[in-house]
């Protein structure tokens, strides 16, 4: 199966949906065995954007026969009641998951929020715990979005086993785990790995001695075709928005100018339809897990090197 078109777009959505599918099979397996999956998601926020992210991700539950409790909390509302909400979710053992949407308000300690579910139900890996399964290569849950760049490279036969794979960006949630993942002893892994961030003198002179590009730093377009070798994978994390003259008034931008780079990647991911839909794959995918963890019941998860062709 190609999930790739156009020549070289690597098209996430296709990988997403794939993925999807045979995750649709271990949900119905579990619910066979009498453990239907539920995630909890928590919303302590007036941002829009968390808004729709929160129900993108209900409605891939929904689609996928996974139960969602939401809870929401009003923004001005003490932390205490995050944390006791987050509490009764922790003790309820019809909840597999929980996830609370970041950012959280100014007044609630967002590490302290990290660190009060409990890492068995901790779907995003952002607890300290599993960052630090993740970091000693023995992972629980590995974080969504790096993790459906694992995936996506899977999907189009590329193995970083002995590339060269350069990460921009640095962050706790993408450039470090991503990081993570591509320096273990594993499958998927075993990359020679250099990163890039802010303080980076000439990024641009690390990306083109790559062989794989990751672009996460959440500047609009910072990587084009000048920075890359010919025949470079690359794939680009961010989702950025910038003003447009359409109905909306802005568009959604890479942190990849796509044209410029179309041009000389061997591959490369859009935005949106490349790492977007992954990401919301993945944290299916780790809800599974959790699920079957907790019940005891295994179930056949998609993973890397049960994609891969070669390219
Ligand atoms: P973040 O927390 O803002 O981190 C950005 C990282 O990029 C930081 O490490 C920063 O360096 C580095 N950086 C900033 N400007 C740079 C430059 N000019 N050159 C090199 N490095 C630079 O962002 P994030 O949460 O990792 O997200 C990154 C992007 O991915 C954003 O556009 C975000 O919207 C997107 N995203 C997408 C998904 C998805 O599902 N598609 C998921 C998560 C994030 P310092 O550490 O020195 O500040």
Same mark, same amino acid.
């Not at 459906?148 to 949630?173: C, E, F, T, W």
């Given at each position: ?12 959505? #296709? ?13 119905d397996a579990l619910a066979d065995a009498g453990a239907t999956p539920s995630l909890a998601t928590v919303l302590m926020s007036t941002d829009p954007a968390s808004e729709t992210y929160v129900s993108m991700k /209900?409605?891939?539950?929904?689609? @996928? ?12 509302? +003490?932390?205490?009641?995050?944390? &006791? $909400?987050? &509490? ?12 609370? /949407? ?11 929020? =990290? ?18 399964? =993740? %970091? ?9 979005? +790096? ?5 996506? =490279? ?22 470090? +785990? ?12 075993? #990359? ?7 303080? $980076? ?19 609009? &377009? ?9 025949g470079t994978t690359v794939v680009d994390v961010g989702v950025n928005r910038v003003d447009a003259d359409n109905e909306k008034g802005y568009e959604l931008v890479g942190d990849v100018d796509f044209e410029s ?5 061997? @591959? ?12 919301? $794959? ?11 963890? /907790?019940?005891? %019941?295994?179930?056949? @998860?998609?993973? $890397?090197?049960?994609?891969? /062709?070669?390219?």
């Open positions: 199966m190609s999930f790739v078109r156009d020549g070289n777009v690597l098209d996430g959505s #296709a990988v997403s949906d794939h993925v999807r599918g045979q995750l649709r099979d271990s949900v /209900q409605r891939a539950c929904d689609d @996928l026969g996974i139960e969602s409790v939401h809870r929401e909390l009003d923004a001005d509302a +003490p932390a205490a009641e995050l944390f &006791e $909400t987050v &509490e009764e979710l922790n003790a309820d053992p019809d909840v597999n998951g929980i996830l609370v /949407q970041m950012p959280v308000p100014d007044h609630v300690d967002k590490r302290r929020v =990290l660190r009060s579910i409990d890492p068995a139900k901790d779907v995003d890996g952002f607890h300290p715990e599993n960052v630090g399964r =993740l %970091v000693a290569g023995d992972a629980r849950f590995k974080p969504c979005t +790096p993790h459906g760049v694992q995936l996506l =490279l899977d999907a189009a036969g590329v193995d970083p086993a002995g590339k060269h794979a350069v990460v921009v960006g640095r962050s706790d949630i993408v450039g470090k +785990p991503m990081t993570n993942l591509l320096i273990q002893k594993d499958a998927g892994g075993n #990359a020679t790995v250099t990163v890039c961030h802010s303080r $980076t003198d000439d990024v641009g002179a690390h990306t083109r001695q790559a062989d794989i590009v990751i672009a996460a730093a959440g500047v609009p &377009e910072l990587v084009d075709g000048e920075m890359l070798s010919a780079a179309k041009e000389v990647a061997g @591959l490369v991911t859009p935005v949106p339809g490349g790492v977007g839909p992954m990401t919301i $794959t993945m944290l299916l995918y780790n809800t599974v897990k959790a699920t079957s963890q /907790q019940v005891d %019941v295994p179930v056949d @998860l998609p993973d $890397t090197g049960s994609l891969g /062709q070669e390219a």
